[in-house]
């Protein structure tokens, strides 16, 4: 059974960093596809990062430059380091193993405030 668990969202201020965690159980984080998507209050869910298996990444382009995907194989944990957060970055944050038709966390919420 897959599971991924979120967390490390919460309330910022505008030009503060946060770090989302999502630990991965019963899915390699190594050989998958990982991601970070985002859904805002009367927005569509959008890919914000990924990381594919052989370590590349892509970004959305609001917030290349500011946001990091990284992952940790050996603990099957994936990471998206957020820095100079602005306003509109406000969102469910969700973790996604996009194997087969996908995986979800429960999702995480961060708030920037201005």
């Known amino acids: 059974q897959v599971q991924l668990v979120e967390s490390g969202g919460g309330l910022v201020q505008a030009g503060g960093s946060l770090r989302l965690s999502c630990v991965a159980s019963?899915?390699?984080?190594?050989?998958?596809?990982m991601a970070w998507y985002r859904q805002a209050p009367g927005k569509r869910r959008e890919l914000a990062a990924l990381?594919?298996?052989?370590?590349?990444?892509r970004y959305v382009d609001s917030v290349k430059g500011r946001f990091t995907i990284s992952r940790d194989n050996a603990n099957d944990a994936v990471y998206l380091q957020m820095n100079s957060l602005k306003p509109e970055d406000t969102a469910v944050y969700y973790c996604a193993a996009l194997k087969g038709t996908g995986y979800w966390g429960q999702g995480t919420q961060v708030t920037v405030s201005s």
């Open positions: 990381i594919g298996g052989d370590g590349s990444t």
């Open positions: 019963g899915i390699s984080v190594r050989v998958n596809t």
